[in-house]
């Protein structure tokens, strides 16, 4: 075939292809039973995110999204704005329920009926949704005071969550790494991950999952008087509230504070337990022990664990404490672990294992936050954009954990990730029907979760009559 016959046989596949697109026939696939299968995309408004809805009701309960919003001021001339800032931060946050962690989504999901439903615009008639410059304005408008009231509007959240005084509440803290790509401003190298990154501190309640706050830090570990101040200045907020609630500091070695420990002797309510970097004052104190251990191992070939509790004060604290030691004997190798704490009511192995053990559910909590919900894309350049673009990921960790307290843990189910949440509640194929009197949507007769759905729903128009 000559150059000019390939040409004419290239443009006349382009305008049957052209025609083909202008009745909503794309392609034919493999025909099943000999019966023609024909794919196009003429099915009226569907959306494949029809789960938002339930989220939608969850944030009109706790109105997470309208005082993130009002934290923010709005210096934009009134006359050309099209999207308040509030109907603006549900499009990003609800966005982010979705699996779209990015501004640029926005350009191809301004159309979506159920998206504009959540952030409360008509399905078909409203107008479309924020764009992506419009996003990434937004993202970049919010000045430092104002994050600092925003940090503020989580904690306030997580008080309210709560139906009465809670007798103890543990705050869980601790860092993970964002990588950076480009020069974002307070940017480090961190020697330990092997990137430039952002370390951001989470804090969430050990007993339930819920999120605290989250606050920006740069690529290093947080400092332990940096820690400090943030514990102290949350926990007497939270104190304004819960008179008599038991606060309990809990972190690994890197969140092992003087000052904390200083501050706490004179706070009757506020306890603490947090891991405790070796020395060798420490390992002399139980190198008896050890050896007991070792011998006990090498005897019998059975894996040995014991425990251990001294008092013990370093040279810089202010007051002694209680440190308890663990030490592990396996055909690995001896392991020795320490924790300090300041309660003193409770028995060695069960604190270790029962108390400070019970931190492994906040890495739960942070792969729920940074993987599944994708908090870790720090694509702004400016520090405090990515400040603001943690909050928004906070706050859709916030209702999408909302959610599964709702929908699962009271049908007493399992908890799930994040991302199984997500594909089993949210991505639901839903078809959208704007009438003159109503808004008619409509979820496939066969979606897996019916009853559980049916059920949901049927509690949301009990609690609005």
């Known amino acids: 075939m000559s150059f000019s016959e390939n040409k004419i046989t290239e443009n006349t596949l382009d305008i049957q292809t052209k025609d083909a697109i202008c009745q909503g026939k794309l392609f034919d696939l493999q025909p099943i039973e000999n019966k023609r299968i024909e794919v196009s995309f003429t099915a009226s408004d569907i959306s494949s995110d029809g789960g938002l809805l339930l989220v939608k009701n969850i944030e009109s309960q706790t109105g997470i999204i309208k005082a993130l919003a009002k934290c923010i001021g709005d210096t934009r001339h009134q006359s050309y704005v099209d999207h308040s ?34 952030v409360g615009r008509l399905p078909v008639t409203g107008n479309p949704l924020a764009s992506q410059s419009t996003m990434t304005r937004f993202e970049n408008t919010p000045r430092a005071s104002e994050l600092y009231n925003i940090a503020y509007v989580f904690a306030n959240n997580f008080i309210e969550s709560y139906l009465s005084e809670p007798p103890v509440i543990i705050i869980d803290c601790d860092d993970t790494n964002s990588d950076t790509h480009g020069g974002q401003q307070l940017t480090l190298f961190n020697n330990y991950y092997g990137e430039y990154c952002y370390m951001p501190l989470h804090i969430y309640e050990g007993l339930s999952g819920k999120l605290i706050t989250t606050i920006l830090k740069p690529g290093r570990r947080s400092k332990s008087a940096n820690v400090y101040g943030i514990l102290k200045r949350l926990i007497a907020h939270l104190r304004k509230s819960w008179k008599n609630t038991v606060f309990i500091v809990r972190g690994d070695s890197h969140f092992c504070s003087k000052e904390l420990m200083d501050w706490s002797v004179n706070q009757p309510k506020v306890r603490f337990i947090t891991g405790q970097a070796g020395n060798s004052v420490l390992n002399s104190r139980i190198e008896y022990l050890v050896k007991s251990c070792e011998n006990e191992f090498n005897r019998y070939g059975k894996p040995i664990k014991r425990y251990h509790s001294f008092v013990y004060q370093a040279g810089s604290w202010e007051n002694q404490q209680r440190v308890i030691a663990k030490i592990e004997v396996t055909h690995k190798g001896t392991n020795t672990r320490f924790i300090v704490t300041d309660l003193w009511e409770y028995r060695a192995k069960a604190l270790y294992e029962k108390g400070y053990c019970g931190r492994g559910r906040m890495e739960l909590n942070i792969k729920d936050h940074k993987t599944y919900l994708h908090s870790g894309r720090m694509s702004c350049h400016s520090f405090y954009a990515n400040q603001f673009r943690l909050f928004l990921h906070s706050a859709a960790y916030v209702l999408m954990h909302s959610l599964e307290e709702n929908m699962l843990k009271k049908k007493g189910l399992a908890a799930v990730t994040m991302k199984t949440l997500r594909e089993r509640f949210i991505k639901i194929a839903a078809q959208v029907r704007e009438l003159k009197t109503k808004i008619k949507v409509e979820f496939p007769a066969s979606c897996p979760q019916t009853e559980l759905l049916e059920n949901y729903f049927l509690e949301i128009g009990q609690l609005r009559r």
């Open 85 to 118: 800032l509030e109907e603006i931060a549900a499009q990003r946050v609800y966005q982010i329920l979705a699996g779209y962690e990015d501004a640029n989504d926005c350009n191809t999901l301004r159309n979506d009926t159920i998206l504009k439903m959540s």
